[in-house]
């Protein structure tokens, strides 16, 4: 999880454009390359889909124009998914999981609405 958490991480410094991603602009392009790339390896190269894999693809259906990684994944995600939701005899996803599910679904059924900020600032 500490791939996908520093990926997140990443994207609410670029989204409130802190100073220190624009002090770091290009090393940190770099990171997002190659953890956007290790990311799709994960959930390309696993047959099973877990909390782990829904989560990389929520924050990167989020972070990227390209909501899907590959179809062959998203049909994986979408047979995986509507296992857990509807067949009382696989095991019962955590809360988290479901909203991750929930979170990709969304973006891939709508990859133009408009972005709702991670981390909203907070006027006061």
């Not at 909203?99 to 709508?110: Q, R, T």
């Amino acid at each position: 999880y500490e791939l996908t958490h520093m990926y997140l991480a990443l994207l609410i410094l670029r989204e409130q454009a802190c100073p220190f991603y624009k002090a770091h602009a290009a090393e940190l392009a770099d990171f997002e390359k190659r953890w956007v790339r290790t990311m799709e390896q994960l959930i390309e190269n696993e047959r099973n889909i877990s909390d782990l894999h829904v989560e990389a693809a929520a924050f990167m259906a989020y972070g990227r124009q390209k909501k899907v990684t590959s179809s062959k994944f998203l049909l994986r995600f979408l047979s995986e998914a509507e296992n857990h939701l509807d067949n009382p005899y696989v095991s019962k996803m955590s809360g988290h999981t479901a909203v991750l599910i929930l979170w990709y679904a969304l973006e891939v059924a709508n990859p133009d609405a408009r972005q709702v900020r991670l981390a909203p600032r907070i006027r006061s």
